[in-house]
């Protein structure tokens, strides 16, 4: 089975400041893991996954997120962020195998202040 | 904006009614879900539908009863609810079905009240 631990249930960044969502996860096998994000009253949103390869991933929008297997740890970081990535953040992790069952973190919810 | 489609986007019912919950999606994928988000909280899973069959029920009341009719349509049949069944339902798509690497597509859900 496996786990996903978020750190922090809320992060407060100042607009242009750089920001780290912390995600740990737990599993005995090899697994995938994801971002997603939930903007107010919308459903989840893929933000950027890890499937194979590169360590580290992007998305269209500035994010990053790095894969580090040591430390079983896939962190989520911006350098300069926007009033608009106000949002909750979820990380996930599925195993490479088996049934499409995402574990979710607990989520971190982002607020940005002016 | 989604490629999933919920309706209705907010329902209130009370414990005795019969309603349901209406979920389509036009990308040609496999494999649909059922999820339940409680306020603050990650979405949990309730069903998975893999080609058209139910693939996974996570020990899901009776009162939840799933129907997948094609595989573009996903509806989620409510009975005999409570108050504690009140969340946010999600419904969510992937190319295929049974493989991790597929991204789910979720849709935007439906605020459920149960009075």
């Known amino acids: 089975a496996q786990s996903v631990t978020q750190l922090d249930s809320q992060v407060p960044v100042f607009e242009e400041a750089p920001v780290e969502l912390r995600c740990n996860y737990s599993s005995s096998v090899s697994v995938y893991l994801f971002w997603y994000v939930q903007y107010p009253n919308q459903g989840l949103q893929l933000l950027l996954k890890?499937?194979?390869?590169?360590?580290l991933v992007e998305s269209i929008n500035g994010f990053e997120a790095e894969f580090n297997k040591s430390q079983t740890s896939f962190h989520l970081r911006k350098p300069s962020v926007h009033i608009s990535d106000t949002a909750e953040y979820f990380c996930?992790?599925?195993?490479?195998?088996?049934?499409?069952?995402?574990?979710f973190g607990q989520g971190t919810r982002l607020t940005i202040n002016p | 904006d989604t490629e999933v489609t919920q309706t209705p986007k907010h329902l209130v019912m009370g414990m005795t009614n019969k309603k349901s919950l209406k979920c389509e999606q036009h990308?040609?994928?496999?494999?649909m879900y059922w999820y339940k988000q409680k306020a603050k909280k990650p979405p949990e899973l309730m069903f998975v539908y893999s080609y058209e069959k139910l693939s996974i029920n996570e020990s899901v009341p009776s009162r939840f009863s799933p129907e997948c009719p094609n595989s573009s349509l996903l509806n989620l049949h409510l009975h005999a609810l409570q108050p504690e069944d009140s969340a946010l339902y999600l419904c969510a798509s992937s190319q295929e079905g049974g493989q991790g690497y597929s991204p789910l597509h979720f849709g935007n859900g439906t605020r459920l009240t149960v009075t």
């Open positions: 996930a992790v599925t195993s490479i195998q088996g049934a499409q069952k995402l574990v």
């Open positions: 890890y499937l194979s390869g590169s360590t």
């Open positions: 990308m040609g994928h496999r494999a």
